[in-house]
C-alpha cells in the first residue's frame, strides 16, 4: 500500500520512535509502513489519519487511482 507516512512526520517533526508512541503501536510497524512491508489495518489506517487530522487517503492514497481500463 502506497503511503506518506514519512512526509507527515516530517512535517510534524516526529521520529519513527515518537509517532509510535503516540498511536500505540511500535517504532519496527512504522518502519514496515514506510517501507510498505506492513499488512496496514483499516483500523490503525484511521488511527494514524485522526493523529495528523487528515483523510485517510491522504497518508495512504489509492493505487488504483486512474488507469484501470486498459486495453
Known amino acids: ?3 506518506k507516512l514519512k512526509v507527515f512526520r516530517a512535517m510534524h517533526d516526529l521520529s519513527q520512535a515518537q509517532l509510535a508512541e ?4 511500535s517504532r ?3 518502519i514496515s509502513i514506510e ?4 499488512k496496514l489495518t483499516l ?6 489519519a485522526n ?3 487528515v483523510s485517510v487517503e491522504d497518508v495512504f492514497p489509492n ?3 486512474g488507469n484501470s ?3
Open 1 to 3: 500500500m502506497n503511503n
Open 22 to 25: 503516540h498511536i500505540g503501536v
Open 28 to 30: 519496527q510497524t512504522i
Open 35 to 38: 517501507k510498505k512491508k506492513y
Open 43 to 48: 483500523e490503525l489506517a484511521y488511527t494514524i
Open 51 to 53: 493523529y495528523f487530522n
Open 63 to 65: 493505487e488504483g487511482s
Open 69 to 71: 481500463e486498459e486495453a
